[in-house]
């Protein structure tokens, strides 16, 4: 089982239960796919670097998790078509 961290920018435009409901359904995902979520971290509204769909905020979310090398790929495949998720990444962490 490799460890992995799912890095999430959820548009700042909605409200707190949309917000909570993305990271909630990023995390079934996860779990769909045979992944066990260790750690969850909300960094709050923060600026973004460049323009985003005429945004300059968005909330930032980082859930770490172990899974097996397949897991990622099929996170990804659905959070790309997520509503309010502005950017999205998968990393590999080495141990």
Request: with cysteine; net charge negative; glycine share 6%.
């Amino acid at each position: 089982m490799n460890k992995y961290e799912l890095a999430l920018v959820v548009s700042a435009k909605v409200e707190d239960e949309v917000r909570d409901a993305v990271v909630e359904k990023a995390k079934g995902y996860i779990t769909r796919y045979n992944g066990v979520i260790t750690e969850v971290e909300e960094w709050g509204k923060k600026k973004l670097a460049y323009e985003i769909q005429k945004m300059h905020e968005g909330f930032y979310y980082f859930i770490q998790f172990g899974a097996d090398a397949e897991c990622p790929a099929e996170v990804e495949r659905h959070v790309r078509i997520m509503d309010n998720v502005l950017r999205y990444l998968v990393v590999r962490k080495d141990a």
